[in-house]
């Protein structure tokens, strides 16, 4: 039997290899995953020009994915470092890559990507339609953003973020509902001055069943865009975050009519307290429909520590319904992230959706948790930094600061008064000698 997308095949009771495959990492009955897939509370992005895929399910039910955002800017346009990036991300264990790339030719690093990485491929279109053309923003129709997004499907993209939730209604939601932050999505903000300059609604809206064509055929998940994600804490869960929202539920009810996958991104700054409301409202509105957040960065005074603020946000959401985590670098509201910054990012969120699935009962989530106490217990330290989510790290701090020889199975925090140490020998019937 033909499928067009996982969606269709899970409708049609088709096994598609990606969903076998998904089904055996998230140790999940094949015939659960088709039900979630097919009512697309799991979304499997998986163009069928990404050959090299090593496919992922996204949604509540299964381990929280995170995403690594990178890409050359005109400030920092060396592809060669992006590369890296990507190598590191993978090595890292990331399941997904968005190549938000803003300057140069694009589409060979694109194209290399779907060529090469088995992590899923997101893009956004927007930013590459003033690139591609080399014309400026207001020149551009909405059929050059459409080709665009079928030149990005024909590339073996797995998701497009696509900002179709702002309307014309918005720009007048935004000057009479006055936000402190306005507008901070890159995406939305182009769309939105696209709008403001020629007077025309948003293309990515008003040609949606075009756009849902081409996803449908190529098999690309839209990722709804959140262009009035709050971009502070003043301005969580208000009017235009919430009035965007019910329209990306519209959206979402109008793709599945499709069968095309779809995510729903979301926040932002949002304080810890409105977090899981958040979520809750997304599920209901959305239909339970995979929720892919940006942060939430639960604080806005920490620039250089934004991997920390938003692995806050993103722990909360995580354990309340959001599926997708895109990470934050030290590097967020201040500059392009170097490789450094990307490794401290993936290690932020990783731990953020590692201690969420903990506590969502994730099977087999705590595994590894269980092995490193058994491994403190014994003081084994090889076993230790096998289980860790940073080995390198970890064994770096050790070694720098060794214990002396006559306790060197503790470690320089305690020595002789290792609580560990002590309560063995003690359990044993062993003496306890610490002077
Ligand atoms: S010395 Fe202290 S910190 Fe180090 S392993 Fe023993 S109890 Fe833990």
């Known amino acids: 039997m033909e499928y067009t997308t996982q969606m269709d095949a899970a409708r049609k009771g088709i096994v598609t290899k990606e969903i076998e495959t998904v089904a055996k990492k998230e140790k999940m009955e094949l015939s659960k995953l088709m039900q979630l897939v097919a009512e697309g509370k799991v979304a499997i992005p998986a ?98 953003f459409i080709d665009v997004v079928r030149l990005h499907a024909e590339d073996g993209v ?60 190529y098999d690309v998940t839209v990722s709804l865009g959140d262009a009035c994600r709050p971009g502070c804490l003043a301005d969580a869960t208000d009017v235009c975050q919430i009035e965007e929202l019910v329209r990306l539920g519209e959206l979402t009810k109008r793709a599945w009519e499709h069968n095309v996958q779809v995510m729903v991104e979301g926040p932002g700054h949002v304080p810890m307290d409105q977090i899981a409301a958040n979520m809750k409202v997304q599920q209901t509105i959305c239909m339970g429909a995979p929720f892919y957040v940006l942060g939430p960065l639960v604080t806005d005074i920490a620039p250089g520590y934004d991997h920390i603020t938003s692995a806050i946000g993103g722990a909360i959401a ?48 705590r595994d590894i948790d269980d092995k490193m106490a058994d491994a403190r217990r014994k003081l084994d330290w090889e076993k230790q930094f096998e289980c860790a989510i940073d080995p390198k790290t970890a064994r770096a701090i050790r070694d720098s600061r060794a214990p002396e020889q006559d306790h060197s199975d503790t470690c320089s925090m305690c020595g002789k008064f290792c609580a560990v140490r002590s309560m063995n020998k003690a359990l044993s019937g062993e003496i306890i000698d610490i002077l």
């Open 158 to 217: 797995d998701f497009v973020t696509l900002h179709c939730g702002i309307t014309r209604k918005t720009i007048d939601q935004i000057r009479t509902h006055k936000r402190k932050m306005n507008i901070v999505s890159r995406g939305g903000s182009l769309v939105f001055a696209w709008m403001s300059m020629t007077g025309n609604e948003n293309p990515f809206y008003e040609y949606y069943d075009e756009i849902l064509d081409i996803c449908e055929k």
């Open 47 to 144: 163009n069928k020009n990404h050959k090299c895929l090593n496919p992922e399910g996204v949604g509540s039910a299964l381990r929280t994915k995170i995403n690594v955002n990178l890409g050359v800017s005109r400030d920092c346009k060396d592809y060669n470092v992006e590369m890296q990036k990507v190598l590191k991300a993978v090595d890292m264990g990331a399941e997904a890559i968005m190549d938000l790339s803003s300057h140069g030719n694009t589409q060979p690093f694109r194209q290399k990507l779907t060529q090469e990485c088995p992590a899923m491929i997101g893009t956004v279109p927007v930013y590459d339609s003033v690139i591609h053309y080399q014309r400026d923003l207001a020149t551009l129709t909405a059929k050059d």
């Open 318 to 365: 995580a354990m309340n319904g959001a599926s997708f985590l895109c990470y934050v670098t030290p590097a967020e509201h201040l500059a392009l992230p170097n490789v450094d910054d990307v490794k401290q990012g993936i290690i932020a969120s990783k731990i953020a959706a590692h201690a969420a699935d903990i506590a969502k009962g994730i099977p087999g989530a």
